[in-house]
């Protein structure tokens, strides 16, 4: 079973970048596609950016053009570079699997957009 462990979250002005990291474990990790969730205060998680496991990438229109998704199958390590935040990306973002068979959900790294 694969886990996983987001982190590179934290405080930054409108504007401004951060880079997430999620490391996960398992030998299955490469043959999973593999998103980035976020859950807004009051809101339900959705599903932001995936990426397969051949590297093709799907961005829903709110980031469209300001996030980037990338992974690195040797490291086990999918990336979000998140470039022009924007108060309204504020939220605990998670990463998974894309799909009916989701891994265990890990804690989360909180991004805050805030002047």
């Known amino acids: 079973q694969v886990q996983v462990a987001e982190s590179g979250g934290g405080l930054v002005q409108p504007g401004g970048s951060l880079r997430l990291s999620c490391a996960a474990t398992?030998?299955?990790?490469?043959?999973?596609?593999m998103g980035w969730y976020r859950r807004a205060p009051g809101k339900s998680r959705e599903l932001v950016v995936y990426?397969?496991?051949?590297?093709?990438?799907n961005y829903d229109d709110s980031v469209k053009g300001r996030f980037t998704i990338s992974r690195d199958n040797a490291k086990n390590t999918v990336y979000l570079q998140m470039d022009g935040l924007k108060p309204e990306d504020t939220a605990l973002y998670y990463c998974?699997?894309?799909?009916?068979?989701?891994?265990?959900w890990g804690q989360g790294t909180q991004v805050t957009v805030s002047s």
């Open positions: 398992g030998s299955a990790f490469s043959y999973h596609a």
């Open positions: 998974n699997s894309v799909g009916l068979n989701l891994f265990t």
């Open positions: 990426i397969t496991r051949d590297g093709s990438t």
